[in-house]
């Protein structure tokens, strides 16, 4: 059974700060990852995905891959209180599906 | 920017009833997808869906579930005799294409609630 695991929280930072959200996964043939937002009560917003070892950019946020250690990290960098959510991450269960994380809570104080 | 919309926001329901949870997938998109959330735990999969037929479906997913593209646009999921353990945020995804290098975009949601 392929497993994602992230620590649930919450990981509490203050405004400004890098807010650091990791997670791991047991498939080692993983390809690719999935790193996405919720807001309490809201569905699931994609932020990035990333499939190749190293740093992906978009903006505020970067995306590591780490294959060898199997685990994946997302940093938001200048965190902002509007970025106090839960950061789910997703793996492919095959190709139809993804596998989900239980998420990590994120709180930033001003 | 296009996006997936789902109806109704929230569904009350009677345990024993059927429920038709609708979803309008990204108009260029051919993947579907139903997933859900219980309150507190993880998104789950529940089924894929391409070319009209289901490609997979979880332990979750058995005959009391179904699905349906009832035209070119809706995407539906049917539960037909609901259960209290049914309650939960059910979400509809699309993609261009399927895993593992292709995006999934979630709808809104549709809070279900079987009393």
């Known amino acids: 059974q392929k497993e994602v695991e992230q620590n649930s929280g919450p990981l509490s930072v203050p405004e400004g700060a890098i807010a650091s959200l990791n997670c791991t996964y047991s498939?080692?043939?993983?390809?690719?990852f999935f790193w996405y937002r919720q807001y309490s009560g809201k569905s699931p917003e994609l932020i990035m995905f990333?499939?190749?070892?190293g740093d992906k950019e978009d903006g505020r946020f970067t995306a590591q891959l780490n294959k060898a250690s199997q685990y994946v990290s997302l940093l938001i960098r200048d965190s902002q209180p509007s970025d106090s959510a839960t950061y789910l991450c997703?793996?492919?269960?095959?190709?139809?599906?993804?596998?989900f994380g239980a998420g990590t809570r994120l709180a930033v104080h001003p | 920017e296009p996006e997936v919309t789902q109806t109704p926001s929230h569904q009350v329901t009677q345990m024993g009833q059927e429920v038709i949870l609708r979803c309008v997938p990204i108009s260029n998109h051919l993947y579907f997808y139903w997933y859900r959330q219980i309150l507190g735990q993880k998104v789950e999969f529940l089924v894929s869906f391409y070319n009209n037929e289901i490609s997979e479906k979880s332990e979750i997913f058995d005959d009391q579930f179904s699905v349906e593209r009832p035209d070119g646009s809706n995407f539906t999921l049917k539960i037909r005799s609901t259960k209290l353990e049914d309650s939960a945020m059910y979400f509809c995804?699309?993609?261009?294409?399927?895993?593992?290098?292709?995006?999934?975009?979630f709808g809104p949601g549709t809070r279900l609630t079987v009393l």
């Open positions: 498939d080692r043939g993983s390809q690719s």
């Open positions: 997703a793996s492919p269960g095959g190709y139809n599906k993804l596998i």
């Open positions: 990333i499939y190749s070892n």
């Open positions: 995804a699309s993609s261009v294409k399927g895993l593992p290098y292709n995006e999934q975009f």
